[in-house]
Structure formats: C-alpha cells, structure tokens
Nanobody, 129 residues
Framework: QVQLVESGGGLVQVGDSLRLSCAAS????????LGWFRQAPGKEREFVAAVSRSGDSTYYADSVKGRFTISRDNAKNTVYLHMNSLKLEDTAVYYC??????????????????????WGQGTQVTVSS
C-alpha cells in the first residue's frame, strides 16, 4: 500500500480559494487512482473528487462541480484538490485515498470509500463568514 499525507488545509473566508495537496510515498504512484473525501462535523464522510490512474478521467460530487478541480503530478507523487468559491458547507476534514485500479473499473465505483485501501490522516478546512 501507499502512504498518504495531506496538507494545505486552513481557515479561509467564504469565496476564497485553497489548494490541498496529498503526497504519496513509494515508487508506484502512477498505478493508483486517487480520491478526495470529506467529513463535516456530525456527518458521514462523503465523496468529493477522484482522478483515474492515467489522469485522463476526473469525477466530482455535484456539490463541488465547477468549483473544485482534482489533478495529479506523477513526477511529484502528489494529488491536488484546487478549491475555489468556497462555501460554509465546505467546512470539513478532507482525506485523500488511493487504490490500484484500471481506469475502466475505476469509472464504475470511484465514489465508494470501501474500495480504497490507503488513506491519509486528513487536513482540516474551515470556511468562515
């Protein structure tokens, strides 16, 4: 499995932007599809965004579509989550996760947390008014 470490969280205001990073250990980063999930206080963890191992396909939750962008840099073993136009409801702990899976199979269940074998410790994002 790959080890994941998130960073970049913090306290921002409504409408601000923030970029989260998730650095992975190991030399096989390119075989992993990656996802971002979040958990708000008192709520279950939910899917936010995902990118296939090839980087050709990206997926988003409806709540963040058009505002968030996921990207990966295989040379740096890092996946990013660019968050724009942040809202109060984006406040949560954000987790990145990884799974070694083909693009085709990933497209069927990228949103399922149970399919990801590696998880980071999370980074807090707080959006204030």
């Amino acid at each position: 499995q790959v080890q994941l470490v998130e960073s970049g969280g913090g306290l921002v205001q409504v409408g601000d932007s923030l970029r989260l990073s998730c650095a992975a250990s190991g030399r096989t980063f390119s075989i992993y599809a990656l996802g971002w999930f979040r958990q708000a206080p008192g709520k279950e963890r939910e899917f936010v965004a995902a990118v296939s191992r090839s980087g050709d396909s990206t997926y988003y939750a409806d709540s963040v579509k058009g505002r968030f962008t996921i990207s990966r840099d295989n040379a740096k073993n890092t996946v990013y989550l660019h968050m724009n136009s942040l809202k109060l409801e984006d406040t949560a702990v954000y987790y990145c996760a990884a799974r070694p899976v083909s693009d085709t199979y990933f497209s069927r269940n990228y949103y399922l947390q149970s399919t990801y074998g590696s998880w980071g410790q999370g980074t807090q994002v707080t959006v204030s008014s």
